[in-house]
């Protein structure tokens, strides 16, 4: 499948700002079943848009703009390629279990084997864990399936009902909250048997009649599993569960950036200077789309010179709101 | 009648001497049998003959020296004055030039070796896949920074400027206490009590044949020219300080005076498209080194702490891109945890097939269950460090404690192993101080060398900060806690 994906993203302040100094991670990647053909990011105003990879392996672009302003935009468009992936087996052996302490004993990808910021345990994931009943006696697909599944019955889809820096208790206890809520709960509790997990922040293609829960206009978020005896040559498989939505992912899921959860990708995350307060929106749209005539991938940076004036020294660097995914 | 042995050991010293006791510990000048050592002799002859007014006279103007020329540094966690002046003790302490040679070697095998375990922990991981040093010790390690793994760092040196602090056991051997990695301090008072005891003990200092420390400046310098980013041969270095309020604003500044270049803050720096920027009055100027003295947490809101009003937005991409260099690199605070010193010996053997000519002092890490349970069931004889903490906070001395301080750490380790390590107590080495009342009396000191590290070789000046403690007894040397300093001199 091809797809084309537009991601807007516009901060309103309500004074001017300036020295604004900006990540973003957005440009989809280029690895295993998907690959990304085009990538371009317009900043207004116009910015010098540079990038680098981090030891993840997502690209980051990066950019400031010094001198007053009002607004910022951000429109990335992407053109991508999706391979459905092959089917998974009904289950895996019980001895799974011991290939997952393997890789835990080998270190090899202890850091998403072990709690993150935003999935450290608590009493509220104990008491979660008890009552969906989740241990080792089913082998790990089959758990993790399961999983998926228990998790998107026990919470509400609410948006609004948790803020992007929530820790994981407050979609606990209420039992709602969005995406990026559920990924970190399914996260906490897979790495909690060991079974390696990873955020990844991305976009989703809607289904068309049974519409997804998560709202089709943001970005989307999900968890990926390393299951050991998948793949092609058996060593091991990098399966995408999406609890949010009650399904496995396959070539609806568009993959932006993983890490070790929401804190390790978010789409932006800028400071500026001045005193004001910001209204953040964000509109995603994807869509199935016919192969790019030319294959050649682009990457447009848009050089610019800023735009004029003089920096200022004397405020205070504040946070840019940052978006939460949904 | 026989004279006991014992009276024989409590052998009156003469005035000014006449309180001096030997115990276990390592004197500095005197023998066990009470004689000078042979390096102190001259130091020696010459208190005996000083008449004790002139000696005070001379303590007061050193006093008056430090005063003006403002050395003071801030104490933190009290209500009010929070800022001091050093206190300063009159007498030299002594180095011979064959145990400073050995100091030398360690310290350059030790930060050598030290060096290569970064590169390699920020890139292969070799050593933890060769299962050498535990993965959990790295990446628990609040000091570990992810952000620089695959990060290249000009001429792979991370450690630029060290201050290692090593004591004297009883048996005299000098070890090493902590690596200081990140921004170790310091070093100005070494630098102005060398000027200030020049004055005031002319002759003598010409008499003992005393190794220079004035170059060290200028060696800072030349370390901190010679990472400038690639192409770029007339660099511009700045120190970047916290500003004011840091306990070392002094020493910022006086290194700034001492090299010639600008002392900034965060607010004096700004990035445009990836390039570091100071803001002067005739426009922005290129920056191409940094000797920051913040840490990583505070140097880049954008990157690490999201609170941090110190430091400069978008700096970390200008470093990781190569058009600024940061001294020290940003996450070398991995490698002088706590916890993984205990490691460091094996560090050494690893990259260098090695012996380390420097010991370590026995560690036991709470994170080991065998280890644990002695800890807290020999609170009252072992030192317990916390080891994100430096300048001597968050410690417990157990001999020097309370039963409910004791109790209080029992809790606080069995509920955060990681966080604690704890070291049998050791009486560092004692040296003669001039204290109130005219009299010399021995204290506990420590020695800080300072290390230029530039790759293969090492700049070291002769020497370094020698911390006291001056409460009499007292083991804590840090200038937070009550420490002082003393010149340190290393005899041709």
Not at chain 1, 144 to 158: C, P, S, T
Not at chain 2, 6 to 19: C, G, I, T, V, Y
Not at chain 2, 167 to 183: A, C, S, T, Y
Not at chain 2, 184 to 199: A, C, I, K
Request: glycine residues 8%; charged residues 25%; negative net charge.
């Amino acid at each position: 499948m091809f797809y084309s994906i537009r991601h807007v993203t516009r901060f309103h302040y309500s004074s001017p700002v300036s020295e604004s100094v900006m990540e973003v991670r957005m440009r989809p990647r280029s690895e295993f079943l998907q690959q990304c053909l085009k990538f371009e990011l317009h900043v207004t105003p116009r910015a010098r848009v540079q990038f680098y990879r981090d030891y993840l392996g997502n690209t980051v672009h990066h950019f400031d703009v010094p001198g007053h302003h009002n607004r910022l935009a951000l429109i990335a468009e992407a053109v991508v390629e999706v391979e459905e992936p092959a089917e998974l087996p009904a289950s895996l052996p019980h001895s799974a279990w011991a290939a997952i302490d393997e890789m835990w004993a080998s270190g090899e990808l202890y850091e998403f084997q072990t709690p993150s910021h935003f999935t450290e345990p608590s009493a509220e994931l104990e008491k979660l864990i008890a009552e969906l009943g989740v241990d080792r006696s089913l082998d790990p697909l089959t758990l993790l399936r399961a999983l998926n599944e228990k998790i998107f019955a026990a919470f509400d889809y609410v948006p609004k009902s948790t803020r992007v820096d929530s820790p994981i208790d407050l979609a606990l206890a209420n039992r709602k909250g969005v995406c990026q809520d559920f990924t970190h709960i399914m996260i906490a509790i897979a790495r909690g048997l060991k079974i390696p997990c990873r955020y990844v922040s991305g976009y989703v293609f809607p289904r068309e009649k049974h519409a997804d829960r998560s709202t089709p206009s943001a970005t989307h978020s999900w968890v990926e599993a390393w299951l050991p005896g998948l793949g092609p040559n058996h060593s091991g498989l990098w399966v995408g569960f999406d609890p949010t939505n009650n399904t496995l992912c396959g070539n609806r899921h568009i993959r932006a950036a993983i890490g070790r959860d929401y804190a390790d990708v978010p789409p932006t995350k800028g400071v500026y200077k001045g005193r004001a307060t910001s209204e953040l929106t964000v509109a995603v749209r994807v869509l199935p789309t016919d192969a790019p005539a030319d294959d050649k991938e682009e990457l447009i940076l848009l050089p610019g010179s800023n735009s004029g004036s003089s920096p200022v020294a004397d405020q205070h660097w504040e946070q840019m709101q940052q978006q939460q995914q949904q | 009648m026989t004279m006991t042995g014992r009276a024989l050991e409590r052998r009156k010293f003469p005035a000014p001497f006449s309180n001096y006791e030997l115990g276990d510990p390592f004197d500095e000048m005197f023998l066990a049998d009470g004689a000078p050592r042979e390096h102190y002799q001259e130091i020696y002859d010459f208190l005996l003959q000083l008449p004790a007014e002139e000696l005070r006279l001379h303590k007061q103007a050193a006093d008056q020296s430090f005063l003006h020329q403002g050395i003071t540094f801030t104490v933190y966690g009290r209500d009010e004055g929070t800022e001091r002046i050093i206190p300063h003790d009159l007498l030299p302490r002594i180095i011979t030039a064959q145990e400073w040679g050995k100091v030398e070697a360690g310290l350059e095998q030790r930060i050598h070796a030290l060096n290569l375990f970064l590169r390699d922990i920020y890139h292969e991981g070799k050593i933890l896949s060769d299962g050498v040093v535990p993965r959990d010790i790295i990446y628990s390690c609040k000091h570990f920074r992810r952000e620089m793994r695959g990060v290249h760092v000009p001429k792979g040196n991370y450690l630029p400027v060290v201050g290692t602090d090593l004591i004297r056991l009883p048996d005299g051997e000098f070890v090493v206490l902590d690596d200081n990695l990140r921004v170790p301090s310091g070093v100005s008072y070494m630098m102005t009590s060398r000027q200030v005891l020049q004055r005031i003990f002319p002759r003598l200092y010409q008499a003992c044949g005393v190794r220079p420390i004035d170059h060290y400046g200028q060696a800072l310098l030349a370390t901190l020219r010679n990472l400038s980013p690639d192409g770029r041969p007339e660099p511009t270095v700045v120190l970047l300080s916290p500003g004011v309020y840091n306990s070392a604003y002094f020493e910022h500044s006086f290194l700034a005076r001492q090299m010639g270049i600008q002392l900034v803050e965060g607010r004096d720096l700004v990035v445009h498209d990836n390039i570091v920027y100071m803001r002067t009055t005739s426009g922005l100027r290129r920056v191409d080194v940094i000797y920051r003295r913040i840490d990583d947490d505070f140097i880049d809101p954008l990157s690490f702490r999201k609170d941090s009003i110190l430091g400069v937005p978008g700096l970390f991409n200008a470093y990781r891109t190569g058009n600024v260099t940061l001294a020290n690199a940003i996450g070398t605070g991995v490698a002088d945890d706590k916890a993984l010193y205990a490691y460091v010996p094996k560090i050494i053997k690893y990259y260098l097939q090695q012996d380390p000519i420097l010991q370590n002092v026995e560690t036991f890490l709470a994170t080991d269950p065998t280890h644990l349970n002695h800890i807290v069931n020999n609170l009252d004889k072992l030192v317990v460090k916390a080891v994100g903490e430096s300048g001597g906070y968050g410690m417990l001395i157990g001999p020097h404690s309370t039963k409910e301080q004791q109790e209080e750490f029992r809790l606080r380790i069995l509920e955060d192993p990681r966080n604690y390590i704890a070291q049998p107590t050791i009486s560092l080495s004692t040296a003669p101080c001039f204290v109130d009342g005219g009299n010399i009396e021995p204290r506990h000191i420590d020695l800080r060398p300072y290390i230029l590290y530039q790759g293969e070789k090492s700049v070291i000046v002769p020497g370094g900060l020698t911390r006291v403690a001056l409460r009499k007894g007292s083991l804590v040397v840090n200038s937070s806690q009550g420490g002082g300093s003393k010149d340190t001199w290393v005899l041709n």
